[in-house]
C-alpha cells in the first residue's frame, strides 16, 4: 500500500475501524484474537474495499496493539475472569481451558488462571462435577429406584462435560444423603 497516495482512505479506514473497535469492546470485553476477528469481519462485510489482506490485517494488527498498549484488552484479565465465570457454571478444568484455547488465548494465560483456581480450591473439579449433577438432576440427585439405569446415561454426561473417570465414578457412587451434605459445603 502506498501511504502517501492513498492518505484519506487509509485514514478513514482506520478512524472507522478503530471506532468499531471501541464500541465492540465497550459491549462485550472480547479477547484480543475476537477483536481481530470481529474487525476482519466488519471490514469484509461493511467496507467491501479493494485492499490486500495483507494490508488489512496489518491495520488491525496496529489498531489491536495500540487498544492493549492503552490497556483496553488484556488476555491475562479476560483469561482469569472467563475461567471463574466458567468454573461457577460448573465447567471441568478441561472445558475451561479447551472454551478459553477456542476465544483465542494463548497457553500461558490459560495455564496461569487455571493455576490460580487450584490453588484457591482444593478440588475444582470435583465441586464443578456436583454443581452439574445439581443442574442436571443426574446420579444422586436421581430417585433410587432409577439410579442403575441411568448410570451409564449419567456417566456419558459428565464425560461429556470434560470430568475424568474418577471422578465421575466417585460422584455416581455417593448416596442423596452424602451429596447433599457436601453441596451445601461448596
Known amino acids: 500500500m502506498d501511504p502517501i497516495s492513498n492518505k484519506k482512505e487509509f485514514e478513514d479506514l ?7 473497535a471501541y464500541s465492540y469492546i465497550e459491549k462485550y470485553n472480547p479477547s484480543k484474537q475476537q477483536t ?5 469481519k466488519k471490514y469484509l462485510k461493511k467496507f467491501q474495499g479493494s485492499k490486500v489482506k495483507k494490508e488489512i490485517t496489518e491495520i488491525i494488527d496496529n489498531i489491536v496493539l495500540g487498544l492493549e498498549k492503552n490497556h483496553y484488552l488484556n488476555d491475562s484479565l479476560y483469561s482469569d ?25 494463548g497457553y500461558e494465560n490459560i495455564k496461569l488462571s487455571l493455576e490460580k483456581i487450584k490453588n484457591k480450591k482444593s478440588d475444582p473439579d470435583f465441586s464443578s462435577a456436583m454443581k452439574i449433577c445439581k443442574k442436571r438432576r443426574i446420579g444422586p440427585m436421581r430417585p433410587e429406584s432409577n439410579r442403575e439405569i441411568f448410570y451409564k446415561k449419567d456417566m456419558g454426561i459428565l464425560a461429556r462435560s470434560g470430568f475424568s473417570y474418577d471422578i465421575s465414578k466417585k460422584i455416581l457412587s455417593m448416596t442423596q444423603k452424602e451429596f447433599n451434605q457436601l453441596i451445601k459445603l461448596t
Open 14 to 20: 482506520t478512524a472507522n475501524l478503530r471506532d468499531l
Open 36 to 40: 481481530k476477528t470481529y474487525l476482519l
Open 81 to 105: 475472569s472467563k475461567a471463574r465465570m466458567f468454573l461457577r457454571r460448573g465447567y471441568s478444568l478441561n472445558k475451561i481451558s479447551y472454551s478459553l484455547k477456542s476465544k483465542g488465548i
